[in-house]
């Protein structure tokens, strides 16, 4: 695969928005969970995935986002660049505010 290559494949997924968007109460301060659905872009077609995720934040500030797919989930593109647009989508949100406490 050349570079060219992947870049094009790359820019065909986008992570549209995310919906639906449920906090989870939790007794440890530095851990939200939540629950919501990531409309994705492939290509030309658009798909709705469940995701749960947790933001922990380290005793730095610093957060760390784990993400879960559903048990059994298939997706028509490569899962490590939609796990990592879900996660700069959920920080980006994180940052303005857009997710319930």
């Excluded at 449920?22 to 077609?45: H, P, Q, S």
């Excluded at 922990?56 to 796990?83: H, Q, R, W």
Aim: proline share 5%.
């Amino acid at each position: 695969m050349t570079e060219h290559s992947l870049c094009v494949i790359l820019l065909c997924m986008k992570v549209l928005e995310l919906n639906s968007i449920v906090g989870e109460d939790t007794l440890i301060y530095y851990r939200r969970n939540y629950t919501a659905v990531a409309r994705l872009e492939f290509f030309a077609k658009t798909e709705d995935v469940k995701i749960s995720f947790t933001i922990e934040t380290n005793p730095l500030g610093n957060k760390l986002i784990y993400l879960e797919y559903p048990f059994g989930i298939t997706f028509d593109y490569p899962v490590v660049p939609v796990t990592t647009s879900i996660k700069e989508k959920i920080l980006t949100m994180d940052n303005e505010g857009a997710l319930p406490l």
